[in-house]
């Protein structure tokens, strides 16, 4: 995991260069809940703990680039983003998504038995985005077609998203999404293998000098589907995560 982190910043500072604004932001961290199940009988369980985390955020004309590090006592998580746009006008843009995640829980049984798990997945989408302002509230709508090379045991998945993003008087933010993820059968018939929901908000205030602090609550729950097939590869997680910290833009 330590040479993905430095793999990562690399390659952020390498797009630096060309940037807007460079963002970084501390924050304490409280892990509310961490719970995973790959079977029918056993449900893990992460100890609840504060930890903290360390993001690096770099903006471009038409790239927007980010990198997280979580750490707690039984939890610790890279997270990666790149997002290319391309504003048609004042309304409509072509989005893009590359996610990367990298997490490793020491999770805990209701029998005691413990399992250490390692998760990593990497999605890539493109798709089309709908903004527009009324009164105090700026909304983002998007829907997005993906591929998933691998997710935890899958391989070669197709992805679906919708996410709504909502700013609230520029003092707070909320966030929704859905992910569908599926195998492709054949052309144009697919077979669902479980479907992520993700949602989020930020409360924060910036002052004159760049500096932000801020709050925020994040959590996603990711279910098996119910196809046809009696068999399905099973695989139950959610995370939640409440943070308060400081942020500081520096600008390009």
């Not at 790959?38 to 930890?51: H, L, M, P, R």
């Not at 770099?58 to 590090?69: E, H, P, Q």
């Not at 750490?71 to 746009?85: D, E, G, L, Q, V």
């Not at 197709?158 to 609230?168: A, G, K, L, S, Y």
């Amino acid at each position: 995991m330590k040479k993905i982190a430095v793999l990562l910043v690399t390659l952020l500072f390498s797009i630096s260069a060309f940037c807007n604004e460079v963002t970084f932001s501390q924050s304490a961290s409280y892990l509310n809940i961490a719970c995973f199940s790959d079977n029918e009988k056993d449900i893990y369980a992460a100890d609840k703990s504060f930890g903290s985390n360390t993001n690096i955020s770099l903006t471009t004309d038409y790239i927007n680039a980010s990198v997280t590090a979580a750490f707690h006592k039984n939890y610790k998580a890279i997270n990666a983003s790149i997002n290319p746009h391309y504003a048609i006008n004042d309304i409509v843009a072509l989005d893009g998504n590359i996610v990367y995640n990298i997490s490793n829980v020491d999770y805990t049984a209701i029998t005691k038995v413990r399992s250490n798990v390692t998760d990593q997945n990497l999605v890539a989408n493109v798709g089309i985005s709908l903004q527009s302002s009324f009164w105090i509230f700026d909304v983002k709508v998007g829907a997005y077609v993906g591929y998933t090379p691998f997710y935890y045991n899958f391989k070669n998945l197709c992805e679906t998203m919708f996410n709504i993003n909502i700013d609230i008087s520029k003092y707070v933010s909320v966030y929704f999404a859905i992910e569908s993820f599926q195998e492709s059968i054949s052309f144009a018939n697919f077979y669902p293998q479980f479907v992520k929901n993700t949602y989020g908000v930020n409360v924060h205030y910036t002052f004159n000098n760049g500096i932000t602090i801020f709050a925020s609550y994040d959590y996603f729950c990711a279910h098996p589907e119910k196809p046809w097939k009696e068999n399905i590869d099973l695989y139950n997680k959610c995370e939640g995560f409440a943070t308060l910290g400081i942020k500081y833009a520096l600008p390009f």
